[in-house]
């Protein structure tokens, strides 16, 4: 990806409603461009928009339809629907793109843009790069379509339904969740609605929490931020399982019937190990970012499983397990992806890929999660004013050298900026945890000298 880029990070454009890019004429703009890059041809285009629940959704959902239609694309607003939700019906709906309007799991004075091809897969670099090209004032300006061949827009009030039916027919029809008590907690985000009915149409029972969205109170305190919401339930109501989503619904977070947090990198051990045992591990590999942890590696390894590590991003991900020819690989975050069922992260499909193990073999998640022994981690993230390239830092990359040089193959040491935010994170994994918070917090208050963190 291009470093040149003004508004596509790594995952989609962000930032806080109301300003730019997320203003009304650049929104517009937005609109024109995407219509533009797709309209090839005389054939009439197709675009959908769904969005989660926050309070500008109305606004941003607006800005862009005015700018597509007046291009002539026609447009299908689903409302209220998780990111996989658009993949899926951009691809089944024969679209010729989605937009997901949703910030994930930011605030909700936050938002952003995420682009679906016809495919459902995100889009790839170069047109993204053409609707950068497209966005900048003036390109645009004067180009609309005449006043019959404006485009329409139109809502499709099954989305919901759709995407539920898609759903449990991922779940395999000779299980059933008849007997499995459910934690939920939806964030007051896109599945509030959809989690819920999934779950109780394929029989089990469900204690909701986080499905009453006002616009405002999106990850506000319920969600994959903050597990121990359902991890709290399930101990007090003696639950077989706990569900944490974020607010585009795109990750998962699970908790064992002990209340103990499982993350990502758990749940890609359970479902891989799962696999392998059934002989349908394509490739006897997963992919993972540079984020999973060393754990991982050990459990999967021992069982003649490789782990392949990529960038951040569920994008990364997926490109690497197509290039690798595999079908399971995520995030530590609790982005998912099974591409057997799905082109993007999923958390109301993760749930339901790992109850079907747990419907399987006949076990509680604590035992399936019981193998994984986690090694130590420790999470800095430092809010900075700029982001010069980390290997021009020589302070840091000189006590990196020195602390990868004493943690030897038994830890590792990474320094990255966020795509989505004014962070940097450092990251130290090694055996022994108050070693991973000596090395974290020593190169935190090297960035925070160098830098001027905020």
Known sequence: MSAERKYFGTDGIRGVAGASPLDPETLVRLGKAVAQVFMKGEKKRRILIGKDTRLSGYMIESSLAAGITAMGADLMLSGPIPTPGVAYLAKSMRADAGIVI?????PFEDNGIKIFGSDG???PDELENEIERLLEPGVLDGKASDAGHIGKAARIND???RYTVYLKESFPRELSLEGIKVGLDCANGAAYVVG??????LGAEVVSRGVSPSGRNINAGF?????????????????????????DADRCILVDEKGRVLDGDV?????ALDLKERGLLRSNSVVATVMSNLGLEKLLGANGISVVRTGVGDRAVLEEMIRQGCQLGGEQSGHTIFSDFSTTGDGMLTALMVLAVMCRKQRPLSELAAPFITFPQKLINIKVNSKPPIESIEPLTAAIALKEKELGASGRILVRYSGTENKVRVMVECEDEEACKRHATDLAGILEKEIGAV
Do not use: R
């Open 102 to 106: 949703s910030a994930s799991h930011n």
């Open 121 to 123: 897969f995100k889009l």
């Open 159 to 161: 989305a919901v339904g």
């Open 196 to 201: 819920p009915q999934t779950l109780t149409e």
């Open 223 to 247: 969600g994959s931020l903050f597990p121990e919401v359902v991890g709290k339930l399930v101990v007090e109501q003696n639950l077989n399982v706990g569900i944490s989503l974020d607010g």
């Open 267 to 271: 749940v890609l051990a359970i479902c």
